[in-house]
């Protein structure tokens, strides 16, 4: 088995064009995992493989490649930087221990990486940051670490210092070593000199250099007790120390340089190896209750030796079938082995089993925790399903995906393509838990739902070259939301009689607005039988499913509270389905009543 101290599981974080693919980029070609690079702007990047990607000169989907660095293996996750595409990047921070924050060197903290550090922060993965770009007019590094400290309420560790900048960016100080580190004009990342630093800079890096060694010294009481006394930690300490901090999220250690250029990239490779976490160096994943979705406090812990639990974090069709992306968490995976899929209670064969490297693939015959790997032809698994050892059946912790914002209506320019266009469609859905379909009950027609206007083209564009299906487009449509205002205290009798046994239900209940985003919540106060438990689910069913349909334009209701305080039953007539629609006809009564109120999606916007 591999050595799980040698594993750094990261993804590589950053707002649209920030320099994040080509920082992949260059981290593939030094470490020996491509010969030659390839330019986002030329449409020819390794992790952007997608026509769209190639064409547009952005990330859409997520790529994950393995390589290594200093016998470390590195299985690094590409993500996009567009506001459309979030849902890639938090899905793929569920599985990481460890990321690369880029920051563009002129543009500093924009708004998408200002999302991207609080979902790493919600995720507790640590991160190191890379200030990119210091070739480009107007940049500047110092800004851009005091807008980390500012903007994100971030603590960074300056680790190097820029020499020069813009057009005369030539290299970096190494504040652990107090080197200066100059690459030559060939553009070559191997072609770079460590010398003494500039004397203009000596000053500076001894100052940031203090400033480094008094934050580290702070992770370790004894050291920074003979530091206080004059002691100079050695290097090993400081790393030691840096390693714990990082760890522990108290600072981020920052560095800079240029990806385009291939300046300052190894330095940025070296700490990932020394200060991000291994796999065993994280708080294992909870597991959770399949029913209810609360921790029940038992945790994967991350060994080869425990029983094997898995994450489902991506889905993917391509020209070889469908992939199944997932990170094991623990135990052993090997060909031909039968995993429980905890969400649906069935059971699969483990077929083929490959390392993914963007659009390539290499067989493997067996993975363990710490792994990141695709499985080929899995059936029924879903984005966020836990997949285990039958033996020893459990659920990680779930992911919550955001709801769209936006939609359009859409229909095959071929009157004979609706199935063809319903099962690339079924597809689509299947890899981004973010897209959403539906079908008009009044006009029939295809609603597709997304993140943004982006999000949309690019699955219509999918949907035309992969999958042959031309579409008619409408107008997109904002994707709004309904809500209440006011408590109200109401009654409401379901009663029908037409020979026989007939229906009745009656219950007296309270609405009133939950708190923002709580979704729906439904009580019972009750007191007696005046009505039966047996018909509370029932009771609480009609209601939730009203939920989907507003009364003042349609739209989803959001945040209503329920409270069932009493009510009345008929013994022959009453039954369940009597009280699901009394719930049902309550609801239309009285939402007009609680100040049904419209909602638009709201954004921070950076002007």
């Known amino acids: ?5 040698h594993y750094r599981n990261i993804g590589i974080f950053a707002h649209v064009d920030a320099g994040k693919t080509t920082t992949t980029e260059r981290i593939l070609k030094l470490t020996g995992k491509i010969h030659k690079t390839g330019e986002v702007h030329d449409g020819e990047s390794t992790t952007d493989f997608m026509e769209q990607e190639a064409e547009r000169g952005i990330t859409i989907q997520s790529a994950a490649t393995t390589c290594f660095w200093k016998d470390h293996r590195m299985n690094i996750i590409d993500t996009p930087g567009h506001v459309d595409f979030t849902v890639e990047v938090y899905r793929s921070l569920k599985v990481l221990d460890g990321g690369i924050g880029v920051f563009c060197g002129s543009g500093g903290v924009e708004p998408q ?8 922060n919600e995720s507790e993965v640590a991160r190191v940051i890379f200030v990119n770009k210091l070739d480009r007019m ?3 590094f110092y800004r851009v670490v005091g807008q980390v400290k500012r903007v994100l309420a971030a603590n960074p560790l300056v680790m190097t210092l820029p020499i020069g900048i813009e057009d005369e960016f030539k290299g970096v100080v190494n504040l652990l070593d107090m080197k200066a580190y100059i690459w030559d004009d060939s553009g070559l990342p191997e072609n770079y000199e460590v010398v003494d630093i500039p004397e203009d800079m000596v000053e500076k890096a001894q100052e940031y250099r203090e400033q480094l060694v008094e934050t580290a010294v702070e992770q370790d009481d004894d050291l920074m007790m003979a530091y206080m006394d004059g002691e100079e930690p050695s290097l090993e300490d400081l790393k030691r120390c840096i ?3 990082t760890r522990d999220m108290s600072f981020f250690p920052t560095y800079c340089g240029s990806a385009f250029k291939n300046k300052g990239i190894q330095l940025v490779l070296d700490a990932v190896v020394d200060f991000l976490p291994s796999p065993t160096e994280v708080d294992p994943q909870e597991l959770t209750d399949e029913e209810t979705g609360e921790p029940t406090g038992e945790v994967a812990t991350v060994s080869t030796e425990e029983p094997f639990r898995a994450l489902a974090f991506k889905i993917m069709d391509d020209r070889f079938g469908a992939l199944t992306f997932i990170r094991i968490y623990s135990g052993v995976l090997n060909k031909g082995d039968t995993v429980l899929n905890s969400a649906t209670g069935k059971t699969e064969r483990i077929g083929r089993m490959v390392e993914m490297h963007a659009d390539e693939r290499t067989e493997l015959q067996s993975a363990q925790a710490g792994d990141i790997l695709a499985v080929v032809g899995m059936k029924n698994v879903q984005t966020g399903h836990t997949l285990c050892d039958p033996k020893n059946p459990c659920t990680l912790e779930p992911m919550i995906f955001p709801e769209p914002v936006i939609s359009i209506a859409v229909k095959p320019k071929d009157k ?3 199935e063809k266009m319903s099962i690339a469609i079924g597809k689509l859905v299947a890899e981004d838990p973010s897209f959403q379909v539906e079908t008009d009950e009044d006009s029939g027609e295809t609603i597709l739902k997304g993140m943004g206007e982006l999000h949309l083209d690019i699955k219509v564009d999918i949907l035309k070259r992969t999958y042959g299906v031309e579409l008619e487009v409408g107008q997109p449509q904002v994707a709004y939301r309904e809500t209440i205002t006011t408590p109200v205290e109401d009654s409401y009798t379901h009663k029908k009689q037409s020979g026989g ?3 009745f239900g009656k219950i007296d209940y309270r609405i009133k607005p939950g708190e923002q985003n ?8 009750v007191v007696g039988g005046n009505v039966p438990k047996e018909f509370f689910p029932a009771i609480e069913k009609g209601f939730k499913s009203m939920m989907d349909q507003g009364v003042l334009a349609g739209y989803p209701v959001l945040d209503v509270e329920v409270e069932l305080f009493d009510g009345g039953f008929h013994a022959v007539d009453s039954s369940a389905i009597a009280f699901e629609i009394a719930a049902k006809g309550a609801f239309r009564q009285s939402i007009p009543k609680a100040g049904a109120q419209l909602l638009e999606p709201i954004m921070k916007v950076d002007v």
């Open 1 to 5: 088995m591999a050595d799980l101290s």
């Open 113 to 120: 990486s200002e999302t991207n550090w609080r979902y790493a």
């Open 138 to 140: 107007g940049a500047d």
């Open 243 to 245: 390693r714990k901090g």
């Open 416 to 418: 004979g393509a609706n």
């Open 501 to 503: 046994s007939g229906q």
């Open 518 to 525: 709580s979704g729906f919540k439904f009580t019972s106060t």
